[in-house]
């Protein structure tokens, strides 16, 4: 570490990170007369959520019964435990159950938050008491003007940072979520947010974190936190060492997450002698394969199949994205496929696939197909031949599929038979058959949004030793934060949610200790 060479810094409350989860508990501390610091590692604020839909799950929140929403409580615990299982103590799925639509309630107390029902069904709808309206939903759209100065600040979303599209005039999802957070924040007095402020390291004494070690713009300083530290960073999925000393699948190119996502302040916690949990976990996604070499997010298939190696369906296509990434993972776990897999689809809608979110913006044709990414053939033989793989069995897997279009039942993987195979359809069939010549190739890997596993926390998102004791000071939410849903991935907002819930959680749990002194 190199020397801390200038004064120190006070605060109540030290936030590391920037995302929607980070942004709340700073306005939870600031709301409640603490003094706060964020510090953001790189050089603009929101995390991944500047890149995200910025859906939060939770149930029965005023934004959802002001659109009808009868939705209980009771059904929503029935829905999670069913789908998380046992995997995560029981007090950290009631604290989250239980704490969104309060916290709801306490944004939108304040004028600068308006949220919206945004009807998104359930991830496993055939599970008890899974909502087919979903338990989703997001802030309302904010003019980007409203920002000001701040939007500079913002990290602008995939579409510019990545593909060099203009800034939108209007932010939308995870940007309208942090643009309302910041505006919120700046009518908050005694807080400082901090940009190029990089955390690897937690102050201590006596067994409780007192602050932390800040490198802002090349400068090591001690930053002192009266009531707290909160880890919110984001996972550490940009992190390669990281990644393969937790046998955490998938590459650092195919992560969603910013650069900065590199895992610095959960190696703090673990250093201050945090447990540790699900490090291996991560938010999957198939990830369309693009030109440079990347593998990103990809959602809302309009029509195709995924085949493996030997040209077979092997999942159903339509499903929530976490649950076909996971599939394809135990797949290539035990040799059964390897990558790229491939989409194939016919010519009803041309060349490009029928892929409507990718992430990152498709670029020109030509360059899909110059890569050796994108294949045409006038028949499925010649198609099979050119990526690789059986034509009597990719011919096969095709007449089966069209088979199953036609009569409106996916009899090998059930596609269309849970709402969420359906959300992008209005409600129709996803059963879409390959019939129309030339037919059409594009390469699939595996993507992610973002690790799951960190620093093991108590239902006030206090974080717990190796001994299953909290350590006095240290708080920690979202991707920093051993997930709540554990293995699984309930449905649409539950990461961006959690995070939410925890860091108000957390920044509650500072202020009342800030109250009885």
Known sequence: MGMVNTPDDECDVLVIGSGGGALTGAYTAAREGLSVIVAEASDHFGGTTAYSGGGMWFPCNAALQRAGDTDTLEDARTYFRAVVGDRTPTELQDAFLEGGAPLIDYLEADPAFKFMAFPWPDYFGSAPAASTTGRHIMAKPVKAEKLGALREALRPPLGTERAGEPLPDGLFGGQALLARLLLALSEQPHTDLRRNAVCDELLHTHGTVTGAVIT????????????????????????????????????????????????????????????????????????????????????????????????????????????????VLARLADGRMSLPFWMIYDDRAGERPPVQSTSVPLGDTHDYVAAGLWHTADTLDELATTIGVPADELTRTVARFNTFATNGTDEDFGRGDEPFDRAFTGGASPLVPIEKGPFHAAAFGVSDLGTKGGLRTDAHARVLDTHGEVIPGLYAAGNSMAAVSGTTYPGGGNPIGACMVFSHLAALDMAHRAGEE
């Open 216 to 327: 802002h713009h090349g400068t090591r300083r001690h930053v002192h936190a009266r009531r707290g530290v909160l880890i919110a960073a984001g996972g550490f999925e940009r992190n390669e060492q990281m990644r393969t000393e937790h046998s955490v699948p998938g590459s650092t190119r195919d992560a969603m997450g910013p650069p900065s996502n590199q895992g610095l302040a959960t190696l703090a916690g673990i250093a201050a002698g945090a447990d540790t949990d699900l490090m291996s976990e991560a938010w999957w996604s198939p990830g369309i394969t693009h030109p440079d070499g990347t593998s990103t997010f990809s959602l809302w298939f309009t029509g195709g199949i995924f085949v493996d190696d030997h040209g077979r369906r092997f999942v159903n296509e339509s499903a929530a994205y976490d649950r076909i990434g996971r599939e």
